[in-house]
């Protein structure tokens, strides 16, 4: 069966400083991972994916995300925050080969000036 | 990538009464998802729905209380029927778009029922 967790469900970081976003994951067969972002009052955004290509996987906005096989995670980070990363982050894996997406917990990011 | 439009983006409904949110894709998906997200919660899977098929409904969810149409391939309504406060949330359609699992979502549908 496939599940995800995420570590945290409130990081702080000021801004400029590095963001961390810990995702881990469990699939029985081949994963596809995605990172999401939801802004207040919006849907979610797809920011980036990895789909068994490059395991650096760079998205949107600076993100990125390393797919990381033996720790079993799939952790976004970007090396400087800025003011408007504050948001809502989800982390999805595929459900099998049924197109469904198992979504995390989710981790608020806050930014302070 | 696929362009979702929902309507209404926000309603405030009496309990008891029912309220269909549209799903509008700008381009023909065979699946079609319908998420709820209660306040400060994440994502729940309600049902995929396929053209030509019936939805599909996750654990917890029934046709009676969230009837879904998906009468062709760039649209899709979800029901929510005879409201309860339980029922105020966010709720969500996404599409499985340009392979590899990725989904993108509408704007969503802010409900409140009082």
């Known amino acids: 069966a496939q599940s995800v967790t995420q570590l945290g469900s409130h990081v702080s970081v000021s801004e400029g400083a590095l963001v961390l976003l810990r995702c881990n994951y469990s699939?029985?067969?081949?994963?596809?991972l995605f990172w999401y972002v939801q802004y207040p009052n919006q849907g979610l955004q797809l920011l980036l994916k990895?789909?068994?290509?490059?395991?650096l996987v760079k998205g949107i906005n600076g993100f990125e995300a390393e797919f990381k096989k033996s720790e079993t995670s799939f952790h976004l980070t970007k090396p400087s925050a800025h003011m408007s990363d504050a948001a809502e982050y989800f982390c999805?894996?595929?459900?099998?080969?049924?197109?469904?997406?198992?979504f995390g917990q989710g981790t608020t990011l806050q930014v302070k000036p | 990538s696929a362009v979702i439009s929902q309507k209404p983006s926000r309603d405030i409904c009496q309990r008891g009464t029912s309220l269909t949110i549209q799903c509008q894709v700008d381009?023909?998906?065979?699946?079609m998802f319908w998420y709820r997200q209660q306040p400060g919660q994440s994502l729940t899977l309600i049902a995929t729905a396929n053209q030509g098929s019936e939805a599909t409904y996750e654990s917890g969810f029934v046709i009676d209380k969230f009837p879904i149409s998906r009468p062709n391939l760039t649209f899709s309504t979800l029901t929510v029927s005879n409201m309860s406060p339980e029922d105020s949330s966010i709720y969500l359609c996404s599409v499985n778009s340009g392979g590899n699992y990725e989904q993108y979502f509408g704007p969503g549908t802010r409900l409140t029922v009082t």
């Open positions: 990895y789909t068994s290509a490059a395991t």
């Open positions: 381009s023909q998906v065979t699946m």
């Open positions: 999805a894996v595929n459900a099998g080969n049924t197109g469904k997406l198992i």
């Open positions: 699939s029985s067969v081949p994963p596809y």
